[in-house]
C-alpha cells in the first residue's frame, strides 16, 4: 500500500532561520514525489516535483529512496512562506495522487 | 485564463439527502480528478476521468458516491443518502495529459446535518 507521511503537524521558525519539513513515504516501487501548497484563502497548488529538480521560491526537494523520503528545505524562511504544506505520491502507471495529512508552516516575524 | 471551478462553494444538506457537486476543468484538459479532504487531513482520492471515461474509481467509499463527465469536460460527484460522516471539503483538479501537474479547483464545502 501507497503512503506518505508527515510527522509534524504544526511548524513554526522564526524569519531568516532554516527549515526542514518531513515527508516519509511507503512504496515499493519508483514513486514520483510532490510538494503541495495551500496559502490562507487560497487553492493547493504544486510547488514541486522531483523528477523536475528546481527551485521554487527557494524550496528545494531531494527524493532519497534509501530513506524514503522526500524532506522540502528551505535555508531563509521568509513570512509568506506561512501556509499548509502537503507532501504527495503517485505511482507507476497511476494518475491519483496519495497525499500526506500535511504540515502547517508558521514563520514568526 | 479561468482556473479550475466548484459549484456550490457551501453546501448544507441533512441526513438522507441527495446531492450533486459541479466541477468545470480549465478548458482543453482531460484528466479530471476528484479528492475529499476531511477536517485536518489531506486530500483523499476519489476518482479519476480520462476523457468521458471513469479511468480509476477505486477511491469512491461505497455505492452512493457515483460521479460522471458525459461530455470529456464538466464534472458531477453525486451523493446519495448523505450521512454526517460524508462531510468534508471536495476538491477537483484538472490536468492537460496523463501525469501532468494537477491543478485544483477551490473545493466545495459539505455539511450534512
Known amino acids: 500500500a501507497q503512503r506518505v507521511t508527515q510527522p509534524e503537524k504544526l511548524l513554526s521558525v522564526f524569519k531568516g532561520a532554516p527549515v526542514e519539513l518531513k515527508c516519509n513515504y511507503s512504496?515499493?516501487?519508483?514513486?514520483?514525489l510532490f510538494w503541495y501548497v495551500q496559502y490562507s484563502r487560497q487553492r493547493l497548488q504544486l510547488l514541486l516535483r522531483?523528477?523536475s529538480r528546481e527551485s521554487i521560491k527557494g524550496f528545494t526537494a531531494d527524493l532519497n529512496k534509501g530513506e524514503t523520503s522526500f524532506h522540502l528545505k528551505k535555508p531563509f524562511a521568509q513570512e509568506e512562506d506561512s501556509a499548509m504544506y502537503y507532501c504527495?505520491?503517485?505511482?507507476?502507471?497511476?494518475?491519483?495522487?496519495?497525499f500526506g495529512q500535511g504540515t502547517r508552516l508558521t514563520i514568526n516575524p | 485564463g479561468a482556473g479550475v471551478s466548484q459549484t456550490p462553494s457551501n453546501k448544507v444538506t441533512e441526513k438522507g439527502k441527495y446531492v450533486e457537486l459541479r466541477c468545470d476543468p480549465i478548458?482543453?484538459?482531460?484528466?479530471l480528478y476528484w479528492y475529499r479532504q476531511s477536517l485536518g487531513q489531506g486530500p483523499e482520492f476519489l476518482i479519476y476521468?480520462?476523457?468521458?471515461?471513469?479511468?480509476?474509481d477505486s477511491g469512491l467509499p461505497n455505492d452512493r458516491f457515483f460521479a460522471v463527465r458525459p461530455e470529456g469536460s464538466v464534472s458531477t460527484l453525486k451523493i446519495q443518502r448523505t450521512e454526517r460522516g460524508d462531510s468534508a471539503v471536495y476538491l477537483c483538479?484538472?490536468?492537460?495529459?496523463?501525469?501532468?501537474?494537477?491543478?485544483f479547483g477551490p473545493g466545495t464545502r459539505l455539511t450534512v446535518l
Open positions: 512504496y515499493s516501487g519508483s514513486p514520483e
Open positions: 504527495a505520491l503517485s505511482s507507476q502507471g497511476a494518475q491519483k495522487l496519495v
Open positions: 522531483h523528477i
Open positions: 476521468f480520462q476523457g468521458t471515461g471513469a479511468a480509476d
Open positions: 478548458s482543453g484538459h482531460t484528466a
Open positions: 483538479a484538472s490536468s492537460p495529459r496523463q501525469g501532468g501537474e494537477q491543478f
